[in-house]
């Protein structure tokens, strides 16, 4: 009959009830599980974000040392002149560790971990590999170039400009000192006198400031930067001259109380510690991605169960 028949597939007298009035939109929910959320088991969420703070803390600490020793060499007069100071953007590593902590928290939260956050920790460690091997072989090279009796030749350009630089600037030096001979009757020993003392020095044509060190005209930007830094190489290593000795022009001999020798051995000098700091934060670099790569795969099984890598439920 037709109403025996009402809520069957329309077999008479058949008890089998129609699915769609036995299912409500909620009941399918349990059935898709799988397809539309994550199944994570219960404390997942703690020990996914104390995985998270634990990463953060051993980057920090990973990449404290190698950061530190790059933005000294990028602040170091020497190795910004020769070298350069592209080292600074290791400040930016600690920012770049705490903005991937946030990443790594929010999708915790979300419930949408993924395993690579951690391979995006490799990063910074393989940028400051590649920024010690760039400070290490230049250092080496110009290393072995200063100490060289050579002031000329092949990959020795700028060891002669800085030469040249100071012949144009001692060329000053005695046409300041000779003024002031004639003008004041000075000793022909003139250790007071600097070239941050003669007007003829100076860019203004007063000379009043005494603390200005670039010349007043007729030199391009390259011969300025030079004599920028050899003003600050004779202040630190009481030098004078570069590949032959002379006497100091930017700093007097009441400042270093004695003469120095020809700059270029002591900055070579100096360039063999640049070397070897180059050398620690190209090695430390390595050894920490492999620490990390080492402490990655160990706890790949871990990361698994708490659903880095799927629905991966015990």
């Keep these: 009959m037709p109403g025996s028949a009402t809520g069957s597939f329309g077999i008479p007298g058949s008890s089998i009830q129609t699915p769609l009035k036995s299912m409500t939109p909620g009941s399918a929910r349990p059935m898709l599980g799988g397809m539309f959320g994550r199944a994570r088991p219960p404390g997942a969420a703690s020990a996914s974000r104390t995985v998270a703070y634990f990463c953060t803390l051993i980057q920090l600490a990973l990449f404290a040392a190698p950061v530190m020793m790059c933005v000294q060499l990028a602040n170091d007069t020497d190795v910004v002149y020769w070298i350069g100071s592209f080292g600074k953007w290791a400040l930016l590593v600690p920012v770049y560790v705490l903005l991937l902590h946030l990443v790594h928290v929010t999708q915790i939260t979300a419930n949408k971990q993924n395993g690579v956050i951690f391979w995006l920790m490799f990063l910074p460690m393989i940028c400051l590999t590649i920024t010690g091997s760039w400070y290490m072989v230049p250092a080496a090279r110009i290393q072995a170039g200063l100490f060289s009796a050579e002031c000329s030749g092949r990959g020795l350009e700028r060891k002669a400009d800085l030469q040249k630089a100071y012949e144009q600037a001692f060329h000053v030096y005695n046409v300041c000192t000779e003024r002031m001979r004639q003008e004041q009757g000075l000793e022909a020993t003139?250790?007071?006198?600097?070239?941050?003392?003669?007007?003829?020095?100076?860019?203004?044509?007063?000379?009043?400031?005494?603390?200005?060190i670039l010349p007043r005209s007729g030199y391009s930007q390259d011969r300025i930067q030079d004599f920028h830094y050899l003003a600050s190489v004779e202040a630190s290593h009481v030098c004078g001259g570069f590949c032959h000795s002379g006497p100091a022009l930017w700093t007097g001999y009441g400042q270093h109380g004695r003469a120095g020798s020809m700059c270029a051995p002591l900055v070579a000098a100096k360039f063999r510690t640049i070397k070897r700091q180059a050398e620690i934060i190209f090695w430390v670099s390595l050894i920490n991605c492999f620490i990390l790569l080492i402490g990655y795969l160990v706890a790949r099984p871990m990361l698994e169960r708490l659903c880095y890598f799927g629905d991966n439920v015990d």
């Design 190 to 212: 003139f250790r007071h006198v600097t070239l941050p003392t003669c007007k003829e020095w100076f860019q203004n044509s007063v000379g009043s400031n005494h603390s200005v």
